[in-house]
């Protein structure tokens, strides 16, 4: 089966700091990411869709300046979370969409295992 | 935004009971997902309908899809305390998009 992968798993940095998270497919190409954050105890919210070659389209009421996205390649998409404060703090997870095919399931979108940030 | 919302927010049963959570939605979709999550963990991938189907199963689960009311529900049947974990739908169009989740406790 298609595998998305996450790097880092988690990570604890300082107000104030950048961190950049990872999304990777493995085994197929991926010309549509998509990012998400899950608060505790809530569902997962969409926060912007990642097109390889072009600009990330953000979900109303995120700020594109403070969470970077670049897709550079068919199989890699990162997150750059700017000037991290505590209320950033949450479960970052990653899609893909297989829209070529090439992991065997057509236009599926695979997981991503989620990266935990905390700001301190 | 999230797609929809789901039922009950919570639910507790006993071990061999059968717990039913059910989901509701705004837009047309392509196919809706059921998954599982246990706390502080990643998604695991449960089941997917397509959108001209209405019921598909898979070992204890069973999902049914109606569009025309924009619903789906998921039935785990003889739940054992390790299915506890929280549930949620997802439907996929151009995005996928999830439900606000159901936590399912199973008590020994």
């Known amino acids: 089966g298609a595998v998305v992968s996450q790097h880092p798993s988690w990570v604890i940095c300082k107000s104030g700091t950048s961190v950049k998270i990872e999304c990777r497919s493995l085994?197929?190409?991926?010309?549509?990411m998509f990012w998400y954050r899950q608060f505790p105890k809530q569902s997962l919210m969409l926060m912007a869709t990642s097109n390889e070659g072009s600009k990330a389209t953000y979900e109303q009421g995120v700020e594109k300046d403070k969470f970077l996205i670049n897709h550079a390649s068919l199989t890699l998409s990162t997150l750059t979370v700017t000037s991290a404060h505590p209320e950033d703090s949450s479960f970052y997870i990653c899609?893909?969409?297989?829209?070529?095919?090439?992991?065997?399931?057509?236009?599926?979108?695979?997981f991503g295992p989620g990266t935990r940030l905390t700001v301190l | 935004s999230q797609q929809g919302e789901e039922d009950p927010q919570a639910l507790s049963i006993q071990e061999g009971e059968n717990a039913t959570m059910n989901c509701s939605y705004k837009?047309?979709?392509?196919?809706l997902q059921w998954y599982r999550q246990n706390s502080g963990r990643g998604l695991v991938h449960l089941i997917l309908i397509r959108s001209n189907e209405r019921e598909k199963h898979s070992g204890r689960l069973r999902v049914t899809l109606d569009t025309s009311k924009k619903s789906s529900s998921l039935l785990i049947t003889a739940s054992r305390a390790a299915d506890t974990a929280s549930y949620f739908c997802a439907t996929d169009r151009d995005d996928m998009r999830f439900g606000a989740g159901t936590r399912l406790t199973v008590k020994p």
């Open positions: 899609s893909a969409r297989d829209q070529m095919g090439t992991s065997g399931s057509y236009n599926e979108q695979f």
């Open positions: 837009t047309s979709i392509n196919n």
């Open positions: 085994d197929f190409q991926a010309t549509t």
